[in-house]
């Protein structure tokens, strides 16, 4: 079975730091490109980060870039985001989302995805 499940997500100051997990089992992380998107209360799902399965570069929308690391550890079947300077704006429910994919484009559309986790809620208040 395919899984995706995420983990650690919570409450946080602005400024604060929080690492989300994403492990995955059924599949080989080594041949999936995988994404975080992210839904915040009253807005549409929205990409935020992207890893590529070929050869494990990244992408980051821009209001997250320079703040957030996207990385992978195929042999744990681990998939991390790594979130800092926390804005109250990054408050959303937080998805890892993977698609066989081991091509050149960043995938940066819900559509482009076909495996999703349960959600992780991250919350940036003071």
């Known amino acids: 079975q395919l899984q995706l499940v995420e983990s650690g997500g919570g409450l946080v100051q602005p400024g604060g730091s929080l690492r989300l997990s994403c492990v995955v089992s059924g599949f080989n992380l080594a041949y999936y490109t995988i994404g975080w998107f992210r839904r915040a209360p009253g807005k549409e799902r929205e990409g935020v980060s992207c890893?590529?399965?070929?050869?494990?570069?990244?992408y980051y929308q821009d209001s997250v870039k320079g703040r957030f690391t996207i990385s992978r550890d195929v042999a744990a079947n681990t998939v991390y985001l790594q979130m800092n300077g926390l804005k109250p704006d990054d408050t959303a429910v937080y998805y890892c989302a993977a698609t066989q994919f081991l091509g050149l484009d960043f995938l940066i559309n819900s559509s482009d995805y076909d495996l999703w986790g349960q959600g992780t809620q991250v919350t940036v208040s003071a």
């Open positions: 890893l590529r399965a070929r050869d494990g570069s990244t």
